[in-house]
């Protein structure tokens, strides 16, 4: 029994993952609303019911990706300020690796930023501590740059949603199988960000 149990929660899991995988297809094809959960199953290959095994509820299943997304997010983004030392390379950096993981996960970006109000309140709330806490590593990137005077940020809220919104946006029009890379984006985003704040 105790051989079982392992491949048992093995099985689970793997069944947990191709749900979400699904989810994440059909939320970014065709909306939150729209997706039914036999939309779902049917991209799993499986039956409407047993999604409910594994997913009290489709909105369930939408905090999962919603949850996993910003907490990837917020870690790369986290790394992105630790990687530099001058306060605008921290800053151009920072704008680069959130743009660069927006583009290589640009469907789950598009879920992530424009369904947050199909949350539950719980939800939300728990989602919003995670781009506040994004929201605070660029406030603080940016304060660090103005105390060394060599960035310009009258307004460091407002400065930094202006930055993060170069990168979430492009998960509105962004196409993997168009003719940018991820790289060439990130490069992009990471020098409009420099010339945005840096002083002259």
């Known amino acids: 029994m105790t051989a079982e149990a392992p491949s048992s929660r093995s099985r689970s899991a793997a069944t947990r993952e191709r749900l979400i995988e699904a989810a994440v297809e059909a939320f970014a094809q065709k909306g939150f609303a729209a997706t039914t959960t036999r939309d779902i199953a049917s991209r799993a290959g499986m039956s409407p019911a047993a999604v409910y095994v594994h997913h009290a509820t489709k909105e369930e299943l939408l905090f999962e990706v919603s949850h996993r997304g910003h907490l990837a997010a917020l870690a790369r983004i986290r ?16 704008v680069s690796e959130f743009s660069r993981w927006h583009a290589v996960n640009s469907r ?3 879920i992530v930023q424009y369904e947050f109000h199909a949350l539950t309140p719980e939800h ?3 989602i919003a501590e995670y781009r506040r806490g994004i929201e605070r590593e660029m406030q ?3 304060a660090e740059g103005v105390a060394a005077g060599v960035v310009d940020a009258e307004d460091l809220k407002g400065t930094a949603l202006a930055l993060l919104s170069i990168s979430i946006d492009l998960v509105r029009w962004y196409s993997p199988d168009g003719p940018t890379t991820p790289d060439q984006m990130a490069e992009l985003h990471a020098r409009l960000a420099i010339r945005m704040v840096a002083r002259r």
Request: charged letters at 35%.
């Open 79 to 94: 790394e992105a300020a630790a990687a530099r030392t001058d306060p605008v390379e921290r800053i151009g950096h920072m």
């Open 140 to 142: 603080n990137a940016l």
């Open 108 to 110: 789950v970006g598009r």
């Open 124 to 126: 939300r709330r728990e």
